[in-house]
């Protein structure tokens, strides 16, 4: 799970940020920006997997607490965004947008302290997937929502028989919050200049989430070895990939971007095999595949309307 700055609010599918400035060279030169999503996503889902590791010590919304609040002090500090000068409208954006980030990283969160890491964001990325469907509205959308449907009837075994329920609902509730996270972060960075928007928005998901923190795992949120592993994850799931996709931004094409955001399934089932031991069936990584491919022909889909569209205007 990834959860894009407001300055750059479109990383997930059917949702991508604005092109690269004209005049910005591709083809080789994009082997840079291309290595830094990768890398982003990476740190993301391997992050998840630390996460999935600390759950024990601090359970899972005490690893959300700290996830929140150290990529909350550390966006508060480097953007340092202006309290002043902003309208209602500007708060209530920035703080429905905290409550969305707050939701969907809790519901992740509890979905994959219930089932394996793959399966968990396999099932997460239908939300965004879904917003990109209905924001494209054209016939071919009803391949890739097919494709979709196949890859969750695999995924749960013809019945969701292989996978815990509660986990189940638990990660498609939190792609829910994520394509709503889509929504209000772009409306944010429209709002607030830079990241300052998205730093807003961290602190009030880690005021919101702290009590539910503390009212579960108390003091052991102060073990230092639990502090220790939870900043980790900060910096992991939020604060590097956030810089990561920021520089790859500059240079990368849009669509480029939000097909390589298509691939955060297959990475976090990497994770899931490589730090958690979670080994994934054969219908399992098919399913994975499918949604995959359905992820990335809605992008396409999405990015041809959009170069459609400007044809049309020119002409």
């Given at each position: 799970?990834?959860?894009?700055?407001?300055?750059?609010?479109?990383?997930?599918?059917?949702?991508?940020?604005?092109?690269?400035?004209?005049?910005?060279?591709?083809?080789?030169?994009?082997?840079?920006?291309?290595?830094?999503?990768?890398?982003?996503?990476?740190?993301?889902?391997?992050?998840?997997?630390?996460?999935?590791?600390?759950?024990?010590?601090?359970?899972?919304?005490?690893?959300?607490?700290?996830?929140?609040?150290?990529?909350?002090?550390?966006?508060?500090?480097?953007?340092?965004?202006?309290?002043?000068?902003?309208?209602?409208?500007?708060?209530?954006?920035?703080?429905?947008?905290?409550?969305?980030?707050?939701?969907?990283?809790?519901?992740?969160?509890?979905?994959?302290?219930?089932?394996?890491?793959?399966?968990?964001?396999?099932?997460?990325?239908?939300?965004?997937?879904?917003?990109?469907?209905?924001?494209?509205?054209?016939?071919?959308?009803?391949?890739?929502?097919?494709?979709?449907?196949?890859?969750?009837?695999?995924?749960?075994?013809?019945?969701?028989?292989?996978?815990?329920?509660?986990?189940?609902?638990?990660?498609?509730?939190?792609?829910?919050?994520?394509?709503?996270?889509?929504?209000?972060?772009?409306?944010?960075?429209?709002?607030?200049?830079?990241?300052?928007?998205?730093?807003?928005?961290?602190?009030?998901?880690?005021?919101?989430?702290?009590?539910?923190?503390?009212?579960?795992?108390?003091?052991?949120?102060?073990?230092?070895?639990?502090?220790?592993?939870?900043?980790?994850v900060a910096v992991l799931s939020s604060v590097l990939p956030y810089?990561?996709?920021?520089?790859?931004?500059?240079?990368?094409?849009?669509?480029?971007?939000?097909?390589?955001?298509?691939?955060?399934?297959?990475?976090a089932a990497a994770a899931g095999f490589l730090i958690l031991d979670q080994a994934l069936s054969a219908p399992e990584a098919a399913?994975?595949?499918?949604?995959?491919?359905?992820?990335?022909?809605?992008?396409?889909?999405?990015?041809?309307?959009?170069?459609?569209?400007?044809?049309?205007?020119?002409?």
């Amino acid at each position: 799970m990834t959860t894009p700055s407001a300055a750059t609010p479109s990383t997930a599918p059917g949702a991508a940020p604005a092109s690269t400035p004209a005049g910005v060279p591709r083809g080789r030169g994009s082997l840079g920006p291309v290595g830094l999503v990768l890398a982003g996503g990476i740190s993301v889902q391997f992050g998840g997997a630390l996460a999935v590791t600390l759950m024990p010590r601090a359970g899972a919304l005490g690893v959300v607490s700290l996830r929140l609040l150290v990529a909350a002090l550390v966006l508060m500090a480097l953007c340092r965004p202006g309290l002043r000068g902003h309208s209602r409208a500007d708060w209530s954006t920035v703080i429905v947008f905290g409550v969305a980030m707050a939701a969907m990283n809790g519901l992740f969160y509890q979905s994959v302290a219930r089932i394996p890491l793959g399966p968990a964001v396999t099932l997460e990325v239908l939300g965004p997937l879904t917003l990109s469907v209905l924001a494209s509205r054209r016939a071919v959308n009803i391949v890739w929502a097919a494709l979709a449907l196949a890859g969750v009837f695999l995924l749960g075994g013809g019945g969701f028989s292989g996978l815990d329920p509660l986990g189940v609902a638990f990660a498609l509730g939190a792609g829910a919050m994520w394509a709503a996270y889509i929504v209000f972060s772009a409306r944010t960075g429209r709002r607030f200049p830079q990241a300052d928007g998205l730093a807003l928005a961290m602190a009030v998901a880690a005021v919101l989430f702290l009590p539910l923190g503390i009212a579960e795992s108390g003091t052991k949120l102060l073990d230092p070895t639990v502090l220790g592993l939870g900043a980790a994850v900060a910096v992991l799931s939020s604060v590097l990939p956030y810089t990561l996709e920021l520089l790859a931004l500059r240079r990368l094409p849009a669509s480029t971007f939000a097909i390589l955001m298509s691939l955060e399934p297959a990475l976090a089932a990497a994770a899931g095999f490589l730090i958690l031991d979670q080994a994934l069936s054969a219908p399992e990584a098919a399913a994975i595949a499918l949604v995959v491919a359905a992820s990335m022909g809605a992008v396409r889909t999405q990015v041809g309307r959009v170069k459609v569209k400007r044809t049309g205007a020119v002409s």
